[in-house]
């Protein structure tokens, strides 16, 4: 029995519908940005008369807006909410399941370990972000080179899109340690939903504050979209504090499936 090939053909299905979903998404906003940026004055006016804090939540930057890199950064905040999502279901799902389903005795019974299991369903959960995330910035390369008006810098573009990746395996992160704590999850998905929005509205708070410290309360804003376009680069501190919460979430949870009892019913 291989339990990875098992597990990503469990997640076909979802992956095909995420990837497409986020393609259409970006395909659409995208087409937008010729008409933005013929009439710029004019939607600069609007937008100066927004908040900095909101403009910064929805990710406006009145310097480069009117650039495709700029625009794109728009779109790009609900692409990563809704790839949040997609990981955060991926990573609640991957112990839970077995038990909602009442197929964990028949799994654990089988000759191998459960780190064997844990592993297993987890480099499956990773290789559907993966493939989501080849497929989405495939296509959103290809919509910026349809739609853009001047030249722009693709490295820009592909760090900017990567931010989405980098969000979901802290989101992954998150749902597997939460899978094995919860003993029975009975709605994944409204644990996802609850966990993506509560970090999501706090990373709004963190903007209207502000302050630089309370971004760490919020992965969604361990990416500083008007930082990555000015220095072609990510900040180190967060990028340092996201591969933390990944590497303890994901160790924390080894340990504790390892050890604890799993009920079927």
């Known amino acids: 029995m291989n339990i990875f090939l098992h597990e990503l053909k469990a997640y076909r299905k979802s992956t095909i519908i995420w990837s497409f979903s986020l393609v259409l998404i970006i395909v659409l906003f995208m087409s937008f940005y010729p008409s933005f940026a013929k009439d710029a004055e004019g939607f600069k006016k609007i937008m100066e008369g927004y908040p900095e804090a909101i403009r910064n939540a929805l990710g406006f930057s009145l310097g480069n807006f009117f650039t495709i890199v700029g625009f ?85 573009f592909v760090m900017l899109s990567l931010t989405m990746f980098f969000i979901q395996l802290i989101f992954l992160a998150l749902g ?38 309370k971004r760490y309360f919020s992965p969604f804003k361990y990416f500083d979209t008007a930082y990555i376009i000015r220095h072609s680069g990510f900040e180190a501190s967060f990028l340092i504090a996201g591969a933390i919460i990944i590497i303890f979430a994901i160790a924390a949870s080894y340990v504790i499936y390892a050890k604890k009892d799993i009920h079927a019913v």
């Open 176 to 213: 597997i340690i939460i899978s094995v704590i919860v003993p029975k999850i009975k709605s994944v998905l409204t644990v996802s939903l609850a966990t993506v929005f509560a970090f999501y509205f706090i990373g709004m708070l963190a903007d209207t504050s502000g302050e630089d410290a």
């Open 72 to 156: 794109y950064c728009f779109p790009l905040s609900f692409i990563t909410l809704c790839g949040a999502i997609q990981a955060m279901n991926l990573g609640t799902s991957i112990v839970s399941k077995e038990v909602r389903e009442k197929t964990a005795d028949f799994l654990l019974t089988k000759p191998v370990t459960r780190t064997t299991v844990l592993t297993a369903k987890l480099v499956a959960a990773f290789s559907s972000i993966v493939i989501t995330n080849i497929v989405y910035i495939a296509a959103a390369s290809i919509m910026a080179f349809q739609v853009k008006t001047d030249d722009f810098s693709l490295k820009v």
